[in-house]
């Protein structure tokens, strides 16, 4: 007799641009990874529902999501999301209308980018292809640069034109509930280590904040190793000497540009993963690739769909299934190593191309 499978209820919102192909590729991977379960000791499957906010929810009814949405999501397990953004709505409507709206209302304060190199994708980085590249940036998601803080036209003296503030808001609690993740997180990996990230010689309040609470909570973890990086020079080191790094923990700003810096350097923005977390698991956390709506290739089957499914690897881990969130890396490295590429790695294939490879894989 079988048992009854353990039910993951996931709320979809594939939103604008590519986010639709590529989510509806991670679907279809969890549900056939679901169906090789069935007839095992632990079975399990997902529920979905689709949600239909996005750009052009937002061109019917004036709004990026339904005023109650936060409210309809609440309930769910995990939130599997694609990409915010259309030319035809101003890019800060859109985000603050939905994606930032998620991640602030469900405190999601910690968003893990891994940096993961693939085999038969080439990176940009010189490097010998037995050499073993892996890291994780880990953002703080919740104040930082994008706390929304400032304004426009303000008074200002002496300045004849119109003048704006935009503010960087760095606490206590932030800083070191950030940093602890990122060492509880390091002490997961083999490299034990965790570089710290700011321009504090440049940004004298926040921080030097940062920096001091870094220094405090690495006394707790001494096990770790530490070093305290400036972003420019952490810029530098992603690209001539990667192989030093194994967690990087930057504020939000920071933390956004690397992490797009370390995606293009393992080959393309499309085979980046993300989670947002909140770690207390109060609210449902989001799973999503790290890459936008992508409108130059959105409609074309042209998109990658590796990074949406890396996130829904990440998003098996928070539901506590590290060996099928591992069974279905594997299954993307099979893929690539075949050379079952899409255009943005220097293949042919198309995002449905790449789906059929990852279910045989997951099959095989
Ligand atoms: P955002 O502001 O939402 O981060 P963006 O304007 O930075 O978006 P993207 O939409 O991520 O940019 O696109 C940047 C480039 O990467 C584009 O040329 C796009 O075609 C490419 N790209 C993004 N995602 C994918 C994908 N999944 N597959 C292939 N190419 C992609
Ligand atoms: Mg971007």
Redesign the pocket.
């Known amino acids: 007799m079988t048992a009854a499978p353990r039910t993951f209820r996931i709320a979809a919102i594939p939103a604008d641009?590519?986010g639709k192909e590529?989510v509806a590729a991670g679907r279809a991977v969890l549900d056939a990874l679901a169906e090789t379960s069935k007839s095992s000791a632990a079975p399990f499957a997902f529920v979905w529902e689709e949600f239909p906010w996005g750009c052009e929810f937002y061109e019917r009814t004036g709004k990026m999501m339904d005023d109650d949405g936060l409210e309809q999501l609440k309930g769910f397990d995990a939130i599997y999301f694609g990409?915010?953004?259309w030319p035809t709505v101003p890019?800060h409507v859109s985000l603050w209308g939905l994606r930032l709206k998620i991640c602030q209302n469900f405190d999601q304060w910690a968003n893990v980018r891994p940096v993961h190199f693939l085999p038969g994708v080439q990176s940009p980085l010189r490097k010998a292809d037995d050499t073993e590249l892996d890291w994780v940036v880990v953002r703080e998601n919740s104040e930082g640069e994008y706390a929304g803080l400032g304004g426009r036209n303000l008074s200002a003296r002496g300045h004849g034109g119109e003048v704006a503030v935009q503010s960087a808001l760095f606490t206590e609690v932030g800083c070191e509930r950030i940093m602890r993740f990122a060492f509880d997180l390091a002490r997961t990996r083999a490299h034990k280590k965790v570089s710290s990230v700011t321009k504090s010689n440049a940004q004298q309040y926040g921080m030097v904040l940062w920096d001091d609470v870094f220094k405090r909570v690495a006394a707790d973890y001494p096990d770790v190793e530490t070093e305290s990086v400036l972003v420019d020079a952490m810029s530098a080191k992603f690209v001539l000497k990667p192989e030093d790094l194994s967690v990087v923990v930057a504020s939000n700003l920071n933390a956004d540009i690397l992490s797009?810096l370390g995606s293009a350097l393992a080959g393309?923005?499309?085979l980046a993963a993300s989670a947002n977390l909140n770690p207390e698991r109060r609210f449902p956390s989001m799973f999503e690739?790290v890459?936008?709506?992508?409108?130059?290739?959105a409609g074309q089957g042209?998109?990658?769909?590796v990074?949406?499914v890396g996130s829904a690897a990440l998003m098996l881990d928070h539901f506590g299934l590290p060996d099928q969130a591992a069974r279905l890396n594997k299954a993307i490295e099979a893929t690539t190593a075949a050379g079952i590429l899409?255009?943005?790695v220097g293949g042919t294939a198309t995002t449905d191309d790449v789906v059929k490879a990852l279910i045989d894989a997951l099959n095989a």
Do not use: F, K
């Open positions: 641009g590519v590529v990409a915010v953004g890019d797009d393309s923005l499309g690739p890459h936008g709506s992508a409108p130059d290739i042209l998109a990658n769909p990074g949406a899409t255009r943005d």
